[in-house]
């Protein structure tokens, strides 16, 4: 199973950022379950297979506050994925720095190696107001000065900063298959 968890301080926000990767994983047949990462509890984290971290509006930082509720992501061994906000979160807890810096429609990313299926120039869709540095023990896939898709060398954790469930579903599509 795989285990959604939202960053929204809004609950009208997860229209936008959780139930459009609840719909991937109901057309590719996958049991899930999304809970907001507030009310997650050490038995939601055993009974999944994976997790995903999905991302939140653009002026929503209320994550960045309870940092410490996501210390978990250091010792779970389990593929997890973050999406923008998810990325965020997974990169502040290795270690990055959060920067401000404002993306906001499609970019043009070259990734220099394969990212869960996606490989050289890309168009994906930004919409954040944050970045991270490379947090330690991470791996940048995309040439930008910001890193945009990072994975730790010896785990299954992956980040984007972007949103794959606006044009690279596939990307999502990849990670539930690991």
């Not at 999944?48 to 209320?62: F, P, V």
């Not at 923008?84 to 970019?107: D, H, R």
Request: charged content about 25%.
């Amino acid at each position: 199973m795989i285990f959604l968890i939202s960053t929204c301080s809004e609950p009208f926000h997860n229209l936008e950022f959780v139930k459009t990767i609840e719909k991937i994983l109901i057309e590719n047949k996958i049991q899930f379950a999304t809970k907001h990462y507030s009310k997650l509890t050490g038995n939601d984290l055993k009974k999944a297979d994976k997790l995903i971290i999905c991302g939140t509006s653009l002026r929503d930082n209320e994550f960045v506050k309870e940092i410490n509720k996501f210390q978990w992501v250091t010792q779970l061994n389990k593929p997890i994925l973050g999406i923008c906000a998810g990325m965020q979160i997974i990169s502040s807890i290795f270690g990055a720095k959060l920067g401000k810096s404002t993306e906001i429609g499609f970019y043009e990313e070259n990734f220099t190696k394969e990212f869960l299926s996606l490989k050289g120039e890309h168009e994906v869709y930004h919409l954040h107001n944050n970045y991270t540095t490379l947090p330690i023990d991470f791996i940048s896939f995309t040439k930008s000065k910001i890193p945009q898709a990072i994975k730790h060398k010896t785990k299954e954790i992956y980040g984007v900063l972007f949103h794959p469930e606006v044009r690279n579903k596939v990307l999502i599509e990849e990670f539930i298959k690991l």
